[in-house]
């Protein structure tokens, strides 16, 4: 680790990140990078420069890559980590982390959060503020587990899913990769394919047709 920080992205999430940083008191300095030239100082912490310059401090800083969107963040980090880049997980001291759970680098877990026993949390996740992931929960890498949403035990979610506001999963569940589960939706059964999920329970939103999978 050492004792600077950079985080990509200085817009409501980047802050929220950073606000992290500040709070694990463990780099002497922070700094931003953003492709909105307009963005100067946001919390009173420095804009240095654009995305596409972080390769270039990547020798004198941990780097945090803090894009909200799944696929953005994924090749951001992917090309860091190709480069040697460190990518430490940032974790809030508010969070429950539960005995033999593994946070993968570059993930990110909020305020309120809890992560109970033998549960893995995959790289470059956001697991976002007062969501709660049960025992030996499996989440793959360069997902977003939105505020308030709610995984029972033994669930599994596939790489770059996105599980919005409030939704709720139930225990023994299987969620495929590169899902998007609406708020506020129910999932008491496997999804098996790739799609946009909503309601309670939750059907799959395709095209204009509706597809119940709770039947």
């Known amino acids: 680790m050492k004792n600077k920080l950079l985080i990509?992205?200085?817009?409501?999430h980047g802050k929220v990140v950073a606000d992290i940083a500040l709070k694990m008191n463990k780099w002497q300095s922070i700094s931003f990078l953003d492709d909105d030239t307009s963005v100067i100082s946001p919390m009173g912490i420095e804009v240095i420069g654009t995305s596409n310059e972080a390769i270039k401090y990547i020798d004198a800083y941990d780097v945090c890559v803090a894009i909200g969107n799944n696929a953005i963040r994924e090749k951001l980090?992917?090309?860091?980590?190709?480069?040697?880049?460190?990518?430490?997980?940032?974790?809030?001291?508010?969070?429950?982390?539960?005995?033999?759970?593994n946070v993968q680098y570059g993930t990110?877990?909020?305020?309120g959060v809890v992560i109970n026993s033998c549960s893995r949390i995959g790289k470059g996740c956001i697991i976002n503020t007062g969501s709660t992931i049960d025992h030996d929960n499996d989440i793959g890498?360069?997902?977003?587990?939105?505020?308030?949403?709610h995984l029972a035990g033994t669930v599994k979610v596939g790489q770059g899913s996105w599980l919005g506001i409030g939704c709720v999963v139930s225990n023994n569940v299987n969620i495929t990769s590169d899902c998007k589960v609406g708020a506020g939706a129910v999932?008491?059964?496997?999804?098996t394919e790739s799609g946009t999920y909503v309601g309670v329970p939750v059907r799959r939103i395709d095209y204009g047709k509706n597809t119940d999978i709770s039947k």
């Open 187 to 191: 999932v008491v059964k496997d999804i």
């Open 108 to 111: 990110v877990v909020m305020a």
């Open 8 to 12: 990509i992205g200085a817009s409501g």
């Open 141 to 149: 890498d360069f997902t977003h587990i939105s505020p308030g949403a």
């Open 77 to 101: 980090q992917t090309q860091l980590e190709s480069r040697g880049a460190s990518l430490p997980a940032l974790i809030h001291p508010t969070a429950v982390i539960g005995e033999q759970v």
